[in-house]
């Protein structure tokens, strides 16, 4: 693999990574399986390719995150208020943003940046000639290191202890007075706005955005997050909040890397949902496999020992 193609993958995992991030909060932490995903990425693709084409690159990506923030809010409402089940309600809202996605695109299917400026673009105009070519990789690492650090921080305060909890025990968070349905509504918005960030940052380096741009973006976030778990689990011994985020990103950028590694050894396009489905389940059975062995390995030296 060229080092321009793995350049490329590294760019695409950074941005991935957000999802990765977003699914650690919402699925790791608040322990809810948020559909929504699939919806506001593409949600926030839109919002931010609508700006960027309209001349505001940089207003695009806010935009992106404070519609990912409703989406999410949405979401929220329906599990705290409605009492909807968690799956069925980000079901719910992911279907409705269909239709919404393809308001805030103008009733296109597709809209593309051609010929506009993005922050990309913007960035790469402003670094010294030599690093041009690195420009999107810096731009999305800047972006990803500066969400990542906001997520440490904010799960370290007293709110996001709050959040935490409301995941481990909800009974408990009642009990201390903290009101879990607010609580909740703070972790999906803030989960669905990096995911919508993501999106919006993905329209601006493809320079398009479509409808089905979403589609199995919870496959993609959530084999990253867990080939982050995976690789966190080999290197650290006591894993924490640090660990997972860095996990995460650094587990986003693996899965870009494996994706580009299968087309460059000329796998069909049509069958990278097989891949990523192979992927996933790899991740997912690693510690059981990895159990298995050292559990045979224990029989075995204990028949060796019992034999001499």
Do not use: C
């Not at 990574?17 to 919806?39: C, H, K, P």
């Not at 080999?234 to 894993?239: D, G, H, I, T």
């Not at 494996?258 to 690693?286: C, E, G, Y």
């Amino acid at each position: 693999m060229s080092a321009v193609l793995l350049r490329g993958a590294a760019e695409q995992g950074l941005i991935y990574s957000l999802v990765a991030l977003a699914l650690y909060l919402s699925y790791r932490t608040l322990n809810i399986a948020d559909l929504t995903v699939d919806g506001s990425f593409t949600l926030g693709a839109a919002a931010g390719a609508m700006l960027t084409s309209l001349g505001h690159p940089v207003l695009g990506l806010f935009a992106a995150a404070a519609a990912g923030v409703l989406a999410g809010m949405v979401t929220a409402l329906l599990q705290t208020e409605l009492k909807v089940q968690p799956i069925l309600a980000g079901i719910i809202t992911m279907t409705a943003l269909y239709s919404i996605n393809l308001r805030v695109m103008g009733n296109r299917s597709n809209l593309p940046l051609l010929r506009v400026e993005t922050v990309y673009t913007l960035f790469a105009a402003a670094l010294p000639e030599t690093l041009r070519p690195w420009g999107k990789f810096l731009l999305s690492l800047l972006i990803t290191a500066a969400v990542s650090a906001s997520l440490f921080f904010f799960l370290r305060t007293r709110l996001g202890l709050s959040v935490r909890a409301t995941g481990d025990n909800r009974t408990m968070v009642s009990a201390s007075s903290i009101n879990p349905a607010f609580t909740t509504t703070v972790g999906l918005a803030l989960a669905n706005a990096m995911v919508a960030l993501s999106g919006g940052m993905l329209a601006q380096y493809q320079m398009f955005s479509e409808i089905t741009l979403g589609t199995g973006m919870v496959v993609i976030g959530l084999a990253s997050l867990i080939i982050g778990e995976v690789i966190a689990d080999l290197f650290v011994r006591s894993p924490g909040v640090g660990s997972a985020i860095l996990g995460a990103i650094l587990g986003a950028v693996v899965y870009r890397v494996i994706i580009a590694m299968a087309l460059s050894a000329s796998v069909s396009t049509s069958d990278l949902k097989l891949v990523s489905a192979l992927i996933v389940t790899a991740a997912i059975s690693f510690p059981a496999v990895r159990d298995r062995y050292r559990l045979f390995r224990l029989r075995k030296e204990a028949r060796r020992d019992a034999d001499a």
